[in-house]
């Protein structure tokens, strides 16, 4: 039999964090607080390799600390992908189906909408390629030609 005696403490997270994990937990109907902090992880580390400049250092300024953490942990991309590209990025990294992946993005990105307000969050779609709008809940509106 295995012990855990010897098994490092795990430090809990902020209490912040926790809000967050719970309002993924709640938007993606996810079964357990670990599956929405997978999620968090997986999508934070994405949206880290998209965003640059001040709204990186904002937003990461307006997220719980652990999520902050996994997001400029991540080295910006020098080619951004669209929204859809992002999506099948992060599928391929994980193995998980497209449609999981758009779920847990959606799910990720209400809850960081939550916490950077609409001003931010329309500053940083103005900095990334289209399709993101989508992901974040809004509507993708394109000048006429």
């Given amino acids: 039999m295995i012990s855990d005696r010897h098994a490092p403490h795990q430090q809990p997270y902020g209490m912040a964090y926790e809000q967050m994990l719970e309002k993924v937990r ?8 670990e599956r929405a902090a997978e999620a968090v992880r997986l999508v934070l ?10 709204e990186r250092v904002d937003l ?3 997220l ?4 902050a953490r ?9 080619q951004p992908l669209t929204g859809w590209a992002f999506v099948k990025d992060l599928a391929a990294r994980t193995g998980a189906s497209l449609a999981t992946t758009r779920w847990d ?10 916490y950077a307000g609409p001003d931010l969050i329309t500053r940083i779609l ?14 993708e509106l ?4």
């Avoid at 996994?70 to 020098?78: K, M, N, S, W, Y």
């Avoid at 103005?126 to 509507?139: D, E, K, N, S, V």
Wanted: glycine letters at 12%; charged letters at 10%; aromatic letters at 8%.
């Fill in 26 to 33: 709640y938007e993606g109907a996810y079964p357990t607080r």
């Fill in 45 to 54: 580390a994405g949206l880290g390799r998209q965003v640059t400049g001040d």
């Fill in 60 to 62: 990461a300024a307006c």
């Fill in 64 to 67: 719980p600390l652990e999520a």
């Fill in 70 to 78: 996994v997001l400029t942990a991540q080295i910006p991309d020098t």
């Fill in 105 to 114: 993005t959606g799910s990720v990105f209400s809850a960081v909408a939550a």
């Fill in 126 to 139: 103005h900095q990334l390629p289209t399709g993101y709008a989508l992901l974040f809940g809004r509507a």
């Fill in 142 to 145: 394109t000048p006429a030609a």
